[in-house]
């Protein structure tokens, strides 16, 4: 499985950006699909994740600004982000895994390259 990101940019304070992550290969095999970012410095955080049959949850930093979702067909996932702020710097990675609820720190299998998020205040 090949995990193909898009989507980063640069936006003011306040307004938003959406992120996709287009999966090829054998992307049948995957359940759960999320995001992560890694700002320099700062530890690797889990930003949102969904499974195949919808259910999400996000990291406090994001919750009621960012929504994630998934194409029907499982290869795709998205990241709305509205909102944003200058915190939310960061480069971007989509990852996926076979299983529904993998460990955030080492049970996603796939990785995409990231894509570079700015906010400028």
């Known amino acids: 499985v090949q995990l193909q990101a898009s989507g980063g940019g640069l936006v003011q304070a306040g307004g938003s950006l959406s992120l996709s992550c287009v999966a090829s290969?054998?992307?049948?095999?995957?359940?759960?699909m999320g995001w992560y970012r890694q700002a320099p410095g700062k530890q690797r955080e889990l930003v949102a994740r969904?499974?195949?049959?919808?259910?999400?949850n996000y990291a406090d930093s994001v919750k009621g600004r960012f929504t994630i979702s998934r194409d029907n067909a499982g290869a795709s996932v998205y990241l709305q982000m509205n909102s944003l702020k200058p915190e939310d710097t960061a480069p971007y990675y989509c990852a996926a895994s076979r299983r529904a609820w993998p460990r955030p720190d080492s049970e996603y299998d796939y990785w995409g390259q990231g894509t570079l998020v700015t906010v400028s205040s």
């Open positions: 969904i499974t195949n049959g919808g259910s999400a």
């Open positions: 290969g054998r992307f049948y095999s995957i359940n759960n």
